[in-house]
């Protein structure tokens, strides 16, 4: 692999890896993991934290953070304390939890041990999963299980202190120690991700160590920074020992910044751009301009263009140890968060009733993965579709799919939410969403079976009053899986026949009436049918249809009469007078209403006599 520069290789290698153009600015980094030899806190306690805090406003490529990881070597037993305690003097605004740590009577002595500090924000460890490996010398390395909150897949993270010198038996012993770590890393899970950090003591690209280490196997450790020599003052950039020319007081070793004792190598599926991925790798302080001398001496450029702030770093990692920290920041996996309407309430049978699926990336910070998701309706839910790359929070992607509304009766849909990727958090998300479907009104002009289109016959005299004719309006067969319905309008009324008043309210297990009004005084004709179309309407739910009435009204007029036409046969004549005669004295045939038929009776039913 090509070696990282200064200026390119953040965004040189996103656009290799996943062919995007992505834009960072000053804001919270993603994952960042910081490996640092801290000489068992032989250096300047200030100084330490000093760096700390610095490394946490490490804006070199655009983006800083609080460190997640903290890695240390050479430190004992009584050190832990003190540097839980500069750790969080640094960074106040997070807590850091120390992982499992294991010490030897020769690690507590003069080579120390490994410790691992995370931010409990966004990492557990399993702490089943630690295991002390033994390296040679009277040295362990330390592996640990960790696994990012909201997240299933695990890191294991091994930091090792390898046999210093350049004897055969040290290289020996550094070959040893690479062939345990490789043999306990080749047996993890094939899907888990690892880092290999710490203080190897290797001097080149050569040495066995750096090969077993690098060798092809199911846990290969990648060289981020590229498997050739790192020598020599053009290499000066990769070199982490040491940062001071000559040894100190207080015991941190000298020589000046010509060596890379110090390593981050990952397993290949954190370089390939997808999930967890390593995007940035650099030597903290180092600005590649210091081969074989102190960190400090001169200026430091560091920081393009603030010169002061490199160089007060410089001098707080001079004074803090005698190895300088590897900072990497990497690209958090996507993480996939949906919601969608869980209670949909009731909904009339065969609506077209969309459901809205909002499906969102959460992953945190600015370095963050894409993520293409399918979004599938299941049980009671039609649809499916792919969102190619779901928005960042707090954006949304919507998905509309179809609830099934076929089948009357309560409806438990799911809907599945896919997350396509590495490493994704929230893979697999499935919603619930319910509804109650329930069937049209059915509007009736009867109780007792479905009538739509009926015939009312009325009666009237012109002399009679105005009054009122109430229709009944069912809704057939109603049940509580039956919408209700509403009477709107009516049309067909006219002249003798007006609207009283519509039916109230929503009618369901009992009818409501239409009250019209017939004025017989009105009617000109002896018979005038009315076609009244009555508009109805189901609930307002999803869904809701209308429908229609037809009652047809036959108004019949009755005659008054021919005065003295007792026989009703249209015309006054002598069978009429002869009835008349007949009756005479009794109140029969009573023409005039007095109760008796008389003489003004029959001069009644001579003055109407032939007509008809």
């Known amino acids: 692999m090509t070696p990282f520069s200064r200026t390119y290789r953040l965004h040189a290698f996103l656009a290799l890896c996943f062919g995007v153009c992505v834009l960072v600015s000053q804001a919270s980094a993603n994952f960042r993991v910081v490996s640092w030899n801290l000489a068992n806190l032989k250096g300047d306690s200030s100084a330490i934290e000093s760096v700390f805090a610095e490394i946490e406003s490490d804006d070199v490529e655009g983006i800083s953070a609080a460190p997640h990881l903290y890695i240390f070597q050479e430190i004992r037993a009584t050190d832990v304390n003190a540097l839980s305690s500069l750790i969080a003097a640094a960074h106040p605004a997070y807590d850091y939890v120390r992982a499992t740590y294991t010490s030897t009577p020769f690690e507590n002595g003069s080579a120390g041990a490994q410790v ?17 490996i033994f390296t040679g010398a009277g040295r362990n390395t330390d592996r640990w299980q960790l696994r990012l909150n909201n997240y299933t897949f695990d890191l294991y993270v091994y930091s090792s202190h390898l046999k210093a010198g350049t004897g055969s038996s040290d290289q020996i012993d550094r070959e040893q120690g690479a ?5 306990n890393a080749d047996g993890l899970p094939s899907g888990a991700h690892a880092i290999f950090v710490g203080d190897f003591n290797i001097y080149s690209n050569n ?14 450790a990648v060289d981020p920074l590229g498997s050739g020599s790192w020598s020599g003052s053009s290499n000066a950039i990769k070199h982490t020992q040491s940062p001071r020319l000559s040894a100190s007081s207080n015991g941190l070793i000298g020589g ?13 599926g954190l370089l390939d751009g997808s999930g967890l991925s390593l995007v940035d790798y650099r030597v903290v302080g180092n600005d590649g301009n210091h081969y074989n001398t102190s960190i400090n001496s001169g200026n430091n450029s560091y920081f393009p263009g603030q010169t002061s702030r490199s160089n007060q770093l410089a001098d707080d990692i001079f004074d803090a140890s005698d190895h300088v920290p590897i900072l990497c920041d990497y690209q958090v996996p996507a993480r996939i968060a949906a919601l969608t309407p869980d209670e949909l309430g009731l909904i009339i049978q065969n609506a077209n009733y969309p459901v809205a699926v909002q499906v969102s990336n959460t992953a945190p910070g600015d370095l963050v993965d894409s993520c293409p998701a399918i979004v599938e309706g299941l049980n009671g839910v039609l649809g499916d579709d792919t969102i190619m790359d779901v928005a960042r929070f707090p954006n949304f992607d919507v998905v509309n799919l179809n609830l099934n509304t076929s089948t009357i009766g309560d409806l438990f849909g799911t809907i599945s939410i896919q997350g396509l990727g590495q490493d994704v958090g929230g893979s697999n998300v499935t919603l619930e ?7 049209s009104s059915q509007a009736s002009l009867s109780a007792d079976a479905l009538v739509t289109d009926d015939l009312l016959t009325v009666e009237v005299s012109s002399d ?10 069912h809704n057939f067969d109603h049940s509580s899986l039956q919408a209700t319905c509403s009477v709107t309008s009516i049309t067909g009324l006219l002249g003798a026949l007006t609207l009283e008043t519509l039916p109230s309210g929503q009618i369901g297990g009992q009818s409501s009436n239409l009250v019209l009004r017939i004025d017989p005084g009105a009617l000109s004709l002896t018979t005038t049918d009315y076609s009244l179309q009555i508009a109805i309407d189901d609930q307002p739910l999803p869904g809701a249809r209308s429908s229609t009435l037809s009652l047809t009204i036959s108004v019949s007029l009755e005659s008054e009469g021919i005065p003295g036409d007792l026989n009703n046969d249209g015309i006054v004549n002598g069978i009429d007078l002869a009835s008349l005669l007949a009756s005479w004295g009794t109140a029969e045939n009573d023409l005039d209403g007095d109760g008796v038929v008389g003489g003004a009776d029959l001069a009644a039913l001579l003055a109407s006599w032939g007509t008809g």
């Open 256 to 268: 000046g910044m010509d060596d890379r004792f110090d390593f981050h190598f990952v397993t290949e």
């Open 207 to 220: 040495e066995s160590a750096y090969q077993i280490m690098t060798a092809a196997g199911p846990k290969q």
């Open 433 to 439: 969403t319910n509804a109650t479907i329930i069937a």
């Open 116 to 132: 691992l500090f995370y931010r409990d924000d966004t990492v557990t460890e399993i702490a089943s999963g630690h295991r002390d």
């Open 464 to 473: 009679d009053p105005s009054f009122e004719i109430e229709i009944p309006v």
């Open 179 to 183: 062939t345990s770590v490789r043999a």
